[in-house]
């Protein structure tokens, strides 16, 4: 009876295929995927933000917003789109020599760029369609209040909160690679991004939302007052740059390094190494 979930070897072989695949992508197909990634992750900011604003316990709203906000990695998965910190994985055939620096790079470039136009065009929808006016502008206040901490977050906090992110979300989509149906890879995916929600790691792409989102809100004096923030603790646009250098890099680390690298070695570059000497006997 045949599987329905590939072995851990074999996912290292999809990754590749589906590494080279994205690199093969053009300008145009990147630029729109790109966008529906951003848009895709953005609106699992929104529920999320949405469900869990007026719970009074900590842990439990964290967990609220942790349980929906998967729609978001799901929808790119399932439905096909290109997010920046998925991407990471391409490091997989970069390493076995399946596509060059130059293609994965521009990548990444081009999708990040993107990501972050789709995070701000449903920022920018979610705003003005009056969704921040909830709980008569409470959501509003709380979309501030998040954004404004995530801006001042410190460096080094950023980026080691960016690494365990994105080695959770990597893992996520690694281990959708495994399952063979749509309810596998919807399975699969939940469980690791519900727990970086839950934990309040750092992502980047969902934090072009979140700040941006900040940047919206803070025009509308009822939610600033909701927010209960002094003006020179509000996000500016300054802060958006200040928390993405950090949390962009972590992601890099967290994905590129601790998953895709570490899988590589374990099932490409030690294959490679063992035909490598079975020849060379």
């Given at each position: 009876m045949e599987s329905n979930m590939l072995k851990p070897n074999e996912i290292c072989d999809a990754a590749v295929g589906a590494g080279c695949t994205k690199a093969g992508l053009n300008i145009s197909q990147q630029a729109i995927l790109g966008?529906?990634?951003?848009?895709?992750?953005?609106?699992?900011?929104?529920?999320?933000?949405?469900?869990s604003h007026s719970i009074t316990n900590v842990g439990l709203a964290k967990f609220a917003g942790g349980a929906v906000f998967p729609v978001g990695l799901m929808l790119v998965v399932i439905c096909g789109a290109e997010l920046f910190t998925g991407n990471c994985l391409m490091v997989v055939p970069?390493?076995?020599?399946?596509?060059?620096?130059?293609?994965?790079?521009?990548?990444?470039?081009v999708v990040y760029i993107f990501n972050f136009v789709g995070s701000v065009l449903v920022a920018f929808l979610v705003f003005e369609g009056g969704v921040f006016g909830l709980s008569?502008?409470?959501?509003?206040?709380t979309v501030i209040k998040v954004a404004s901490t995530k801006a001042a977050l410190p460096f080094g906090t950023a980026f080691c909160s960016g690494i365990m992110c994105n080695f959770l979300v990597c893992l996520?989509?690694?281990?959708?690679?495994?399952?063979?149906?749509?309810?596998?890879?919807?399975?699969?995916?939940?469980?690791?991004?519900?727990t970086f929600v839950t934990c309040g790691f750092e992502h980047c792409v969902a934090n072009m939302y979140f700040l941006m989102a900040g940047i919206f809100a803070k025009s509308n004096p009822s939610f600033v007052a909701a927010?209960?923030?002094?003006?020179?603790?509000?996000?500016?646009?300054?802060?958006?740059?200040?928390?993405?250098?950090?949390?962009?890099?972590?992601?890099?680390?967290?994905?590129?390094?601790?998953?895709?690298?570490?899988?590589?070695i374990v099932y490409k570059h030690h294959r490679?190494?063992?035909?490598?000497?079975?020849?060379?006997?």
């Open positions: 966008t529906l990634a951003g848009a895709f992750i953005a609106v699992g900011g929104v529920v999320s933000a949405v469900v970069l390493a076995g020599g399946e596509i060059d620096f130059e293609s994965m790079i521009k990548n990444w470039i008569s502008g409470k959501l509003g206040g996520a989509v690694w281990g959708a690679f495994a399952a063979k149906d749509v309810v596998g890879k919807v399975m699969i995916i939940w469980f690791p991004i519900m927010s209960g923030l002094s003006q020179d603790k509000i996000i500016s646009g300054m802060g958006v740059v200040h928390n993405l250098i950090p949390v962009t890099l972590g992601n890099i680390v967290g994905g590129a390094v601790l998953v895709a690298m570490s899988y590589f490679a190494y063992e035909k490598k000497s079975i020849a060379y006997k």
